[in-house]
């Protein structure tokens, strides 16, 4: 492959809701391109994009997918990335390094809420974007309705560079109305035949060419005054122009087409390379120079010092460990020693690759503005900057969502622990927003992730790679035990068996407090050695571990020991252990025990269409609104809920508010349980 400059370059993420067909677009993309000789299917299983075993058995992406093709003398880099939400990480990755976001919508279904999710995160980044219409083909495929929804969610920014002259099954012509010209094809799509618009088109195909033209004047004050006092632009100014709206996100192109039928996909690759920005047109790839300390725009010039991010890292069966990178400055050669910041080591670059999904086309360089990959390196994560050794200069970190659900994890057979938590610890170098950490309370190993799918990937992925079964239960919830009043207990541990005997007696009185435990001693005139007084309070603090009700851990108690007695022969450390452990027992009994439960600080960011559904369900999860704060038509809900009651909350978020809602949680503090469902969770634990 050539090495192209960076003028030449565009970087594209592919986005849409799940089932928009973005795997069959870039298909008919590459296949168009000339990549491939053959157009895969998802049925087929032979897609270019889909080649996981996971992807081809749910029939969706579910990891983004890097493939370049060459068209018109441009190379175009294309990040596919999955629709559905439990993935949506990849976007944040492809947003990062990609200079535009194509939105693929399915017009027979309209703007879904994935569509709006997503378009809400390019705008969050900063990002360019263009609509591509697909499935125009569609039984139910509506053009204008689509258009009106995307005028609706969207703004008056939505423009139209072209229309379908029939929706649906009929679909198999469309007018551009930039250049003014009617595209039709035959049963097998591919290259259109081109005409002149049809006489009783002409009226509409005017008045969108000069909606267009307007649209295009308004990005350039120059192109403005030439169209105020001409009344016309040349089609270059109009080109002009609607490259510049693009690049400052005052217009939002809509193009349309069929990937199935393969109609309208080489005129949205003519579209890409005519209005589509290329990589040296980015603006604001900000970095911190780490020798100046201070914020530096990084130009994207082909001969300035190397400067590059990893976006994502993978482990390949023929090439080991690969990072996606992409160059952000200066170039990239085979042999070439870099530095990366974050570890503060200098890795040396061997291998280069350009990638077409699971093929990695070796090349000896890569410049400015480029999308590749490089293998072996040793002290190098996603999200790490490699620049010119004597550079000092540091990109931000990729920022991924935050898990949001949490289930436990175990292997299915024993003795495999270690390594099911070492495989799921390798898989954190490809995958950010996921964790994997051992729960400090119930000892439970905790898979959190953005939703069921997506553990369960994760736990098929594990199964694939090490041959590791593991089994995915809803975690325990960390209840605490504690007391409510005061109450004094005697525990006295005597045995004889021949020779020294054992012998330690000690009275304790238990309190409430504020702080987990506290110990005091009263004891007066020597009722309890001082050399034994430690061993009471070690065999009180190791009884803190499992309380009298559920076996739950104990907080908020301080012990006392008051008064005992000892034997000068049989009274031993050990004797006197086992002694506070029986006061323990009954002491905690009488103080009035009780069952407390975690309650979070629960953040729900929701429309306004579904804000009442979602504050009357936190209400049925026994949780107390506090504050709400709208901003635009998003309002945050602020509430305090019971753990036990949102442990699957992601799942049914996404169902009340269609996939709108997002949510965050935290601990504020342990409350009382209610005594009805103390009894339930007490008698469960017994059963347990």
Same mark, same amino acid.
């Given at each position: 492959?050539?090495?192209?400059?960076?003028?030449?370059?565009? /970087?594209?993420?592919? =986005?849409?809701?799940?089932?928009?067909?973005?795997?069959?677009?870039?298909?008919?993309?590459?296949?168009?391109?000339?990549?491939?000789?053959?157009?895969?299917? +998802?049925?087929?299983?032979?897609?270019?994009?889909?080649?996981?075993?996971?992807?081809?058995?749910?029939?969706?992406?579910?990891?983004?997918?890097?493939?370049?093709?060459?068209?018109?003398?441009?190379?175009?880099?294309?990040? %596919?990335?999955?629709?559905?939400?439990?993935?949506?990480?990849?976007?944040?990755?492809?947003?990062?390094?990609?200079? !535009?976001?194509?939105?693929?919508?399915?017009?027979?279904?309209?703007?879904?809420?994935?569509?709006?999710?997503?378009?809400?995160?390019?705008?969050? !980044?900063?990002?360019?974007?263009?609509?591509?219409?697909?499935?125009?083909?569609?039984?139910?495929?509506?053009?204008?309705?689509?258009?009106?929804?995307?005028?609706?969610?969207?703004? @008056?920014?939505?423009? @139209?560079?072209?229309?379908?002259?029939?929706?649906?099954?009929?679909?198999?012509?469309?007018?551009?109305?930039?250049?003014?010209?009617?595209?039709?094809?035959?049963?097998?799509?591919?290259?259109?035949?081109?005409?002149?618009?049809?006489?009783?088109?002409?009226?509409?195909?005017?008045?969108?060419?000069?909606?267009?033209?307007?649209?295009?004047?308004?990005?350039?004050?120059?192109?403005? %005054?030439?169209?105020?006092?001409?009344?016309?632009?040349?089609?270059?100014?109009?080109?002009?122009?609607?490259?510049?709206?693009?690049?400052?996100?005052? +217009?939002?192109?809509?193009?349309?087409?069929?990937?199935?039928? /393969?109609?309208?996909?080489?005129?949205?690759?003519?579209?890409?390379?005519?209005?589509?920005?290329?990589?040296?047109?980015?603006?604001?790839?900000?970095?911190?120079?780490?020798?100046?300390?201070?914020?530096? /725009?990084?130009?994207?010039?082909?001969?300035?010092?190397?400067?590059?991010?990893?976006?994502?890292?993978?482990? %390949?069966?023929?090439?080991?460990?690969?990072?996606?990178?992409?160059?952000?400055?200066?170039?990239?050669?085979?042999?070439?020693?870099?530095?990366?910041?974050?570890?503060?080591?200098?890795?040396?670059?061997?291998?280069?690759?350009?990638?077409?999904?699971?093929?990695?086309?070796?090349?000896?360089? =890569?410049?400015?503005?480029?999308?590749?990959?490089?293998?072996?390196?040793?002290?190098?994560?996603?999200?790490?900057?490699?620049?010119?050794?004597?550079?000092?200069?540091?990109?931000? *970190?990729?920022?991924?969502?935050? *898990?949001?659900?949490?289930?436990?994890?175990?292997?299915?057979?024993?003795?495999?622990?270690?390594?099911?938590?070492?495989?799921?610890?390798?898989?954190?170098?490809?995958?950010?927003?996921?964790?994997?950490?051992?729960?400090?309370?119930?000892?439970? #190993?905790? !898979?959190?992730? @953005?939703?069921?799918?997506?553990?369960?990937?994760?736990?098929?992925? =594990?199964?694939?790679?090490?041959?590791?079964?593991?089994? !995915?239960?809803?975690?325990?919830?960390?209840?605490?035990?504690? +007391?409510?009043?005061?109450?004094?207990?005697?525990?006295?541990?005597?045995?004889?068996?021949?020779?020294?005997?054992?012998?330690?007696?000690?009275?304790?009185?238990?309190?409430?407090?504020?702080? *987990?435990?506290?110990?005091?001693?009263?004891?007066?005139?020597?009722?309890?050695?001082?050399?034994?007084?430690?061993?009471?309070?070690?065999?009180?603090?190791?009884?803190?571990?499992?309380?009298?009700?559920?076996?739950?851990?104990?907080?908020?108690?301080?012990?006392? #020991?008051?008064?005992?007695?000892?034997?000068?022969?049989?009274?031993?450390?050990?004797?006197?252990?086992?002694?506070?452990?029986?006061?323990?027992?009954?002491?905690?009994?009488?103080?009035?025990?009780?069952?407390?439960?975690?309650?979070?600080?629960?953040?729900?960011?929701?429309?306004?269409?579904?804000?009442?559904?979602?504050?009357?369900?936190?209400?049925?999860?026994?949780?107390? +609104?506090?504050?709400?704060?709208?901003?635009?038509?998003?309002?945050?809900?602020?509430?305090?809920? *019971?753990?036990?009651?949102?442990?699957?909350?992601?799942?049914? #978020?996404?169902?009340?508010?269609?996939?709108?809602?997002?949510?965050?949680?935290?601990?504020?503090?342990?409350?009382?349980?209610?005594?009805?469902?103390?009894?339930?969770?007490?008698?469960?634990?017994?059963?347990?």
């Amino acid at each position: 492959m050539k090495i192209y400059k960076t003028n030449e370059i565009k /970087n594209i993420a592919l =986005l849409g809701a799940k089932g928009s067909g973005k795997t069959t677009l870039a298909e008919s993309m590459v296949y168009e391109c000339g990549v491939t000789k053959r157009r895969g299917t +998802i049925e087929a299983g032979n897609t270019m994009s889909d080649y996981f075993p996971v992807e081809k058995e749910y029939g969706y992406s579910v990891f983004s997918t890097v493939f370049n093709a060459e068209f018109n003398g441009k190379k175009l880099n294309f990040i %596919d990335c999955p629709g559905a939400e439990d993935f949506v990480g990849n976007a944040y990755t492809a947003l990062g390094v990609c200079d !535009l976001g194509l939105i693929v919508v399915n017009t027979g279904y309209g703007v879904e809420v994935g569509t709006q999710n997503i378009f809400r995160t390019t705008a969050a !980044l900063n990002k360019p974007v263009v609509f591509a219409l697909n499935q125009m083909d569609a039984e139910k495929a509506d053009y204008d309705n689509v258009l009106e929804q995307l005028r609706e969610t969207f703004g @008056q920014h939505v423009v @139209q560079i072209q229309y379908p002259l029939e929706s649906g099954p009929g679909f198999h012509s469309m007018i551009d109305v930039l250049l003014m010209k009617k595209y039709e094809w035959g049963p097998d799509g591919g290259v259109p035949v081109i005409s002149e618009i049809p006489e009783e088109q002409m009226e509409r195909a005017n008045e969108l060419h000069n909606a267009l033209v307007e649209a295009a004047a308004e990005n350039d004050e120059l192109l403005l %005054d030439k169209y105020f006092y001409e009344g016309k632009l040349s089609k270059d100014d109009v080109v002009h122009g609607i490259r510049k709206g693009i690049a400052t996100g005052s +217009i939002f192109p809509v193009m349309a087409g069929s990937a199935l039928q /393969n109609r309208g996909v080489i005129n949205l690759l003519d579209e890409i390379v005519r209005y589509m920005p290329t990589a040296n047109e980015r603006k604001n790839s900000l970095a911190t120079d780490l020798d100046a300390d201070e914020i530096t /725009n990084v130009e994207c010039e082909e001969d300035g010092p190397f400067a590059a991010q990893v976006f994502k890292t993978v482990y %390949d069966p023929y090439t080991g460990k690969l990072n996606y990178i992409k160059i952000f400055r200066g170039r990239l050669k085979s042999g070439m020693t870099v530095y990366n910041p974050n570890s503060g080591v200098e890795e040396r670059i061997g291998q280069i690759f350009v990638l077409r999904g699971k093929k990695a086309e070796l090349v000896n360089e =890569l410049t400015a503005g480029d999308i590749g990959a490089v293998n072996k390196l040793t002290a190098t994560d996603t999200g790490n900057t490699l620049c010119a050794v004597g550079t000092k200069i540091i990109f931000d *970190p990729i920022r991924f969502p935050r *898990p949001c659900l949490s289930l436990a994890v175990k292997s299915a057979n024993k003795g495999e622990e270690d390594k099911m938590f070492a495989g799921f610890s390798k898989m954190l170098e490809e995958d950010y927003t996921f964790s994997i950490d051992k729960s400090a309370d119930t000892g439970e #190993l905790i !898979l959190s992730g @953005q939703g069921e799918i997506h553990l369960e990937v994760l736990a098929k992925k =594990l199964k694939a790679r090490g041959g590791i079964d593991v089994k !995915l239960t809803e975690p325990r919830i960390p209840y605490r035990e504690t +007391i409510k009043k005061i109450a004094s207990a005697e525990g006295k541990h005597k045995k004889q068996s021949g020779g020294h005997g054992q012998y330690g007696h000690c009275k304790v009185r238990f309190e409430p407090c504020e702080s *987990p435990f506290e110990f005091g001693d009263e004891v007066v005139g020597g009722a309890v050695p001082k050399q034994y007084i430690p061993a009471v309070e070690k065999g009180l603090k190791e009884c803190m571990a499992r309380g009298v009700l559920a076996g739950y851990p104990v907080t908020g108690v301080k012990a006392v #020991l008051y008064d005992g007695s000892y034997h000068d022969v049989d009274s031993s450390e050990m004797a006197f252990k086992a002694a506070a452990a029986l006061a323990f027992k009954e002491g905690m009994k009488n103080a009035d025990p009780v069952l407390l439960e975690p309650v979070m600080k629960l953040k729900v960011a929701v429309n306004g269409e579904y804000l009442g559904g979602v504050m009357g369900d936190i209400s049925k999860r026994r949780g107390r +609104i506090s504050d709400s704060r709208t901003d635009g038509d998003i309002t945050t809900v602020i509430a305090e809920v *019971p753990l036990s009651e949102i442990a699957k909350y992601a799942t049914d #978020l996404r169902g009340l508010t269609r996939g709108q809602g997002r949510f965050t949680s935290e601990l504020l503090r342990y409350e009382e349980v209610p005594p009805q469902l103390a009894e339930k969770i007490i008698s469960a634990s017994k059963t347990e």
